[in-house]
């Protein structure tokens, strides 16, 4: 008998069908991949299991009992625990206070016995192997090591089942590595795992089994040993995906921005030149320094020493306006904390850069900004109903292009990418890497900073390979090559 056997699930919001008639299987003790483009109905379906969200029709059967309309609390107390893609955590709260919330262990009086949830704590992650101290506050740590905490904090509560929603987005590959073996041990206990993931590689690597979904419907189901990524691909976007190479190289102009011995926090002495129409790459583990340069250019931390030169200008950068003002832009890496404001709508999302530089206007012009939403919208296919619907109504790879449209309204002519496809579906990847190449072949000079080496060989013209804060190697389109960038990246070829 299967762990969870979820069958004829539908769901409905104001009568436009997300989910029709679907089902899903999980055995005890495997990892299941749930696929499907973003919008395909996984997080809808997710989200009924554990409470979130009513089902309009069909059944839950979870280690042998119904569920019904349960809460969150009940879902959680009865095993199931979801461990989010925008990480639910509190940064001004310690991490043995995070594990604990809700759930704090009292004494007389109703005291917090404090040594008690940290030794607690320590035994946890020293069983995870988890290198963390539970007395630092979480806003200190890591984007990964707060990955790590989000699991560990289901696995303290004895979960049967963890969803993970793409666990590994910001993790490098020994990290991802040791979370698996973390996985792995924790199968053998008979734990299961829903893995929700666009990462190919590391689902044929993990994951035991697999169920598609497509446009709210079920799809297909199997072992992994038994299917290929590009039959997964496939009836995922229902065509086959063309994996050949989409980069062409193209004529540059003049140097539009250079890096002369630059430092700053997390880098030191780095130098380069990107010119007019070029996309360079920069690559490395997590923490190598490379976003760290980006935020440096674009005026959020501070340079140490070296120069940054904008059109052959010398330029001191000491605030993202001075940034803005010469023609820079900032993707961010993790939409939820750095580019999503969730109070406003998608059209408010979008124009709120340009105000910024423009913040002398006395009014916004919303006939005006309906024009270059709806220009931005076809020009870079945005799917989106209306413009006055909220951000997050939208799935992760179209609000990426409303960021996109936010930085492109500035006429800026450098745009920063900071790990632009963070949890965005296979579809909507090719739609990115053929915008990035467009708007190069525009003028645009273009920095993209990712894990993925098959996302910078799809577009990058060169590719600077980071160690510790220094690039420690430069390699042209042709050059770019996982083995070779990891072996680099790693310090382990010179």
Same mark, same amino acid.
């Given at each position: 008998?299967?762990?969870?056997?979820?069958?004829?699930?539908?769901?409905?919001?104001?009568?436009?069908?997300?989910?029709?008639?679907?089902?899903?299987?999980?055995?005890?003790?495997?990892?299941?991949?749930?696929?499907?483009?973003?919008?395909?109905?996984?997080?809808?379906?997710?989200?009924?299991?554990?409470?979130?969200?009513?089902?309009?029709?069909?059944?839950?059967?979870? %280690?042998?009992? +119904?569920?019904?309309?349960?809460?969150?609390?009940?879902?959680?107390?009865?095993?199931?625990?979801?461990?989010?893609?925008?990480?639910?955590?509190?940064?001004?709260?310690?991490?043995?206070?995070?594990?604990?919330?809700?759930?704090?262990?009292?004494?007389?009086?109703?005291?917090?016995?404090?040594?008690?949830?940290?030794?607690?704590?320590?035994?946890?992650?020293?069983?995870?192997?988890?290198?963390?101290?539970?007395?630092?506050?979480?806003?200190?740590?890591?984007?990964?090591?707060?990955?790590?905490?989000?699991?560990?904090?289901?696995?303290?509560?004895?979960?049967?089942?963890?969803?993970?929603?793409?666990?590994?987005?910001?993790?490098?590959?020994?990290?991802?590595?040791?979370?698996?073996?973390?996985?792995?041990?924790?199968?053998?206990?008979?734990?299961?795992?829903?893995?929700?993931?666009?990462?190919?590689?590391?689902?044929?690597?993990?994951?035991?089994?697999?169920?598609?979904?497509?446009?709210?419907?079920?799809?297909?189901?199997?072992?992994?040993?038994?299917?290929?990524?590009?039959?997964?691909?496939?009836?995922?976007?229902?065509?086959?995906?063309?994996?050949?190479?989409?980069?062409?190289?193209?004529?540059?102009?003049?140097?539009?921005?250079?890096?002369?011995?630059?430092?700053?926090?997390?880098?030191?002495?780095?130098?380069?030149?990107?010119?007019?129409?070029?996309?360079?790459?920069?690559?490395?583990?997590?923490?190598?320094?490379?976003?760290?340069?980006?935020?440096?250019?674009?005026?959020?931390?501070?340079?140490?020493?070296?120069?940054?030169?904008?059109?052959?200008?010398?330029?001191?950068?000491?605030?993202? +306006?001075?940034?803005?003002?010469?023609?820079?832009?900032?993707?961010?890496?993790?939409?939820?904390?750095?580019?999503?404001?969730?109070?406003?709508?998608?059209?408010? %999302?979008?124009?709120?850069?340009?105000?910024?530089?423009?913040?002398?206007?006395? +009014?916004?012009?919303?006939?005006?900004?309906?024009?270059?939403?709806?220009?931005?919208?076809?020009?870079?296919?945005?799917?989106?109903?209306?413009?006055?619907?909220?951000?997050?109504?939208?799935?992760?790879?179209?609000?990426?292009?409303?960021?996109?449209?936010?930085?492109?309204?500035?006429?800026?002519?450098?745009?920063?990418?900071?790990?632009?496809?963070?949890?965005?579906?296979?579809?909507?990847?090719?739609?990115?890497?053929?915008?990035?190449?467009?708007?190069?072949?525009?003028?645009?000079?273009?920095?993209?900073?990712?894990?993925?080496?098959?996302?910078?060989?799809?577009?990058?013209?060169?590719?600077?390979?980071?160690?510790?804060?220094?690039?420690?190697?430069?390699?042209?389109?042709?050059?770019?090559?996982?083995?070779?960038?990891?072996?680099?990246?790693?310090?382990?070829?010179?």
């Amino acid at each position: 008998m299967p762990l969870l056997q979820m069958q004829g699930i539908c769901k409905s919001f104001n009568g436009i069908s997300v989910l029709d008639n679907v089902s899903l299987q999980v055995k005890t003790g495997e990892v299941h991949a749930l696929l499907g483009e973003n919008g395909a109905g996984k997080s809808t379906l997710m989200n009924i299991l554990t409470g979130s969200l009513r089902r309009d029709k069909g059944s839950i059967v979870f %280690n042998g009992e +119904h569920i019904e309309d349960n809460s969150i609390k009940q879902t959680e107390e009865k095993g199931i625990a979801f461990v989010h893609q925008e990480l639910n955590l509190f940064n001004d709260l310690k991490v043995f206070e995070n594990i604990f919330i809700n759930k704090e262990l009292t004494g007389f009086l109703g005291h917090l016995r404090k040594r008690d949830m940290i030794s607690q704590c320590k035994e946890l992650f020293l069983k995870l192997n988890v290198n963390i101290d539970p007395n630092v506050y979480v806003s200190s740590l890591k984007t990964s090591e707060k990955q790590l905490l989000e699991i560990s904090k289901a696995l303290f509560f004895k979960a049967k089942l963890l969803i993970l929603d793409e666990p590994t987005t910001s993790l490098n590959q020994d990290e991802v590595a040791h979370l698996f073996e973390i996985v792995n041990a924790l199968k053998k206990d008979g734990i299961s795992f829903i893995f929700i993931s666009h990462k190919m590689p590391e689902i044929f690597e993990y994951a035991d089994s697999y169920t598609i979904f497509r446009n709210g419907q079920y799809i297909d189901s199997g072992a992994i040993k038994d299917t290929s990524p590009l039959e997964v691909t496939s009836k995922m976007v229902g065509k086959e995906q063309n994996n050949l190479n989409i980069y062409k190289k193209r004529d540059l102009g003049e140097v539009v921005l250079e890096l002369d011995h630059l430092s700053g926090m997390g880098f030191n002495e780095v130098s380069f030149k990107a010119r007019r129409g070029e996309i360079i790459g920069m690559t490395g583990l997590q923490g190598c320094g490379s976003s760290e340069v980006m935020q440096c250019i674009f005026g959020i931390n501070p340079k140490i020493s070296g120069d940054i030169r904008v059109k052959g200008k010398s330029i001191f950068i000491d605030s993202i +306006h001075k940034a803005m003002r010469n023609g820079i832009a900032l993707l961010p890496a993790n939409r939820k904390e750095n580019s999503v404001i969730p109070d406003l709508s998608i059209l408010e %999302n979008m124009y709120i850069a340009e105000h910024t530089l423009s913040a002398s206007k006395f +009014h916004i012009q919303k006939d005006l900004e309906l024009k270059r939403y709806q220009k931005q919208k076809n020009a870079l296919s945005i799917k989106a109903q209306d413009p006055k619907m909220s951000i997050l109504s939208l799935s992760g790879g179209n609000q990426q292009k409303v960021f996109i449209a936010r930085w492109l309204n500035t006429n800026a002519d450098i745009l920063l990418f900071d790990n632009p496809n963070q949890g965005i579906d296979v579809g909507a990847k090719a739609e990115i890497y053929k915008l990035i190449l467009d708007l190069a072949k525009s003028g645009k000079t273009i920095l993209v900073n990712t894990l993925e080496i098959p996302e910078l060989q799809k577009v990058a013209d060169l590719c600077l390979v980071f160690f510790k804060g220094k690039v420690v190697k430069v390699l042209e389109h042709d050059e770019i090559d996982e083995h070779k960038i990891m072996m680099y990246s790693t310090n382990s070829m010179s």
